[in-house]
């Protein structure tokens, strides 16, 4: 017997040797009339997860629906939203397919072991509404929000949804997956004041509340489910003084220092809310002085908190530019509420958001573009000890009309420990074509696996395009450990349609 689809169950009265078959479908829609509102759909479903590995079925996981399932994850949804100048309201289901390995194997890629589908919760309904009045209240702007959404999920799972004290210790074989609903009510005022000397004061009040409805806890809990409730005021200040000096007729430079102090009541963390929403965090220079850094609802901040930071940005002519951010947040106390479990050592913590000690990671971020046909951008976390925690690099170019080259640099570091769900990683990307004769060239693409000393994927091959039709011919190495034959090559043949799209 085997396991046919990838699915962690062995399929019966299933011989080598014996034909089987295997599909999917990758379908959306949109439609916009005229008006506020508009809807769609996506329906994307496979009835093997090593399928578009086998098959080399490119660019898979597109982006064509309100909510986006991310790599290797296929999502299905249906969804309605309608926006104004002062108003915004969506409300949306789906449900997620995974196709993410979970465990590789070390004797051969067939025996690897993927995520569930039932770890991935089905969302019905999720809901985000945001409201501005027209005109001023108090002088400065008001804004409201409210969200609501409801999950239920078919497995158990522990970290990083359930919080730490929580997790049972010992075997959760038959332990129901944890539901739960949440409605959130958020007011948020802020008024911008600049003095005379170009000094910006910016002061805010921000005031939440949620209410959780959890169901299915582990049996230690001694309850199966509760409704809970939580609060937090928070008050604050955004100060920020640029400050630009001329170096010639066509250059200057900004120097923009920057600080925001927060005092927030202590929001009552209990550790029967789980975290379905934030479970990572990727710090930079717009979320750095958010009064939620976290993306979602789950996890939420408290405290007394100083945010610092300076921007400087050179101008010259042409629209060229280079700039550089460097920011750090402190904090009042450590905050243990932030710590996780390392996935390959459940009773070690660490911190995978880089702000449950008193002092955040360090933020730097750039960009440079010194001609219209050069850019680049960068940004890294880094901690305390100067250890840099995630990086990320890219740098693409132009030259002629159609020639062009990219080549990205991606490392993270964040994990305590190198093991089979918790991987470090480090990838080196570079694609490119360049044009020889008219419409004829050569592309060429590759992701080298700085960790493991592999280039995974390469490609080179002859391209026509005539801004039409792109045509590509070409040969194509793949050693990623997901398909289960191992690692292949072969010829390529990608035919591109300006008006319909592309196939390969």
């Known amino acids: ?80 939203e309608r926006q104004t100048d002062r108003s915004y309201f969506s409300i949306a289901a789906f449900s997620i397919q995974s196709l993410r390995v979970k465990e590789f194997s070390l004797v051969t890629p067939a025996l690897n072991v993927f995520e569930s589908d039932g770890d991935l919760p089905f969302v019905a309904p999720l809901i985000e509404a945001r409201w501005e009045p027209d005109g001023p209240i108090l002088g400065g702007r008001l804004r409201l929000r409210g969200s609501a959404v409801a999950l239920s999920r078919d497995d158990y799972i522990g970290s990083p949804v359930l919080r730490p004290e929580l997790i049972p210790v010992g075997p959760t074989t038959g332990y129901p997956g944890v539901d739960s609903r949440r409605i959130s009510g958020q007011a948020e005022w802020r008024r911008t004041m600049i003095t005379p000397i170009g000094l910006r004061w910016e002061p805010f009040v921000d005031v939440r509340a949620d209410v959780y409805s959890i169901s299915d806890l582990p049996p230690m ?49 209990d550790a029967r809310i789980p975290n379905e929403d934030s479970p990572a965090l990727e710090l930079d220079e717009s979320s750095l002085f958010r009064i939620d850094r976290f993306p979602g609802y789950d996890q939420l901040e408290g405290g007394v908190r100083f945010t610092t930071g300076a921007r400087a940005t050179l101008r010259w002519g042409d629209g060229r530019q280079a700039s550089l951010f460097v920011g750090r947040s402190f904090r009042e106390d450590d905050e243990p509420a932030f710590l996780t479990p390392v996935p390959d050592a459940p009773t070690q913590l660490y911190d995978p958001s880089g702000l449950s000690g008193d002092t955040s990671d360090w933020v730097v971020q750039g960009s440079f573009s010194p001609s219209d046909r050069i850019r680049g951008w960068g940004h890294a976390t880094i901690d305390s000890s100067g250890d840099v925690r995630r990086a990320e690099v890219a740098v693409d170019g132009r030259w002629g009309r ?92 990608r035919l591109n349609l300006a008006t319909f799209g592309g196939t390969g």
């Open 1 to 80: 017997d085997f396991d046919v689809d990838s699915d962690g169950d062995i399929d019966g009265n299933v011989r080598f040797g014996d034909q089987t078959s295997r599909s999917y479908f990758l379908g959306h829609g949109e439609f916009d009339p005229a008006g506020a509102w508009r809807w769609g759909f996506t329906a994307e479903r496979t009835s093997d997860k090593t399928l578009f590995d086998r098959y080399d079925v490119r660019a898979p996981y597109q982006d064509n629906g309100l909510y986006y399932g991310d790599q290797r994850r296929l999502i299905s949804q249906l969804y309605a």
């Open 221 to 269: 809990m001694g309850v199966e489910g509760d409704t809970l409730t939580r609060g937090r005021a928070t008050a604050g200040l955004d100060v920020s003084y640029p400050l630009i000096r001329r170096l010639g007729p066509d250059a200057d430079l900004i120097l923009e220092p920057m600080a925001q102090l927060s005092v927030s009541t202590d929001p009552d963390r």
């Open 402 to 493: 159609r020639n062009l080259a990219t080549v990205s640099y991606i490392v993270d570091r964040s994990n305590p420990l190198a093991g089979i769900e918790n991987r470090n990683y480090e990838f080196v990307q570079l694609s490119g074509q360049q044009f020889i004769y008219g419409n004829w060239g050569v592309a060429v693409s590759g992701i080298a696996d700085m960790e493991r000393n592999l280039i995974t994927r390469s490609e080179v091959g002859l391209l026509f395009d005539d801004d039409c039709f792109r045509f590509e011919l070409g040969w194509r190495r793949d050693n990623t450990q997901v398909r289960p034959s191992g690692p292949s090559e072969g010829i390529y043949i």
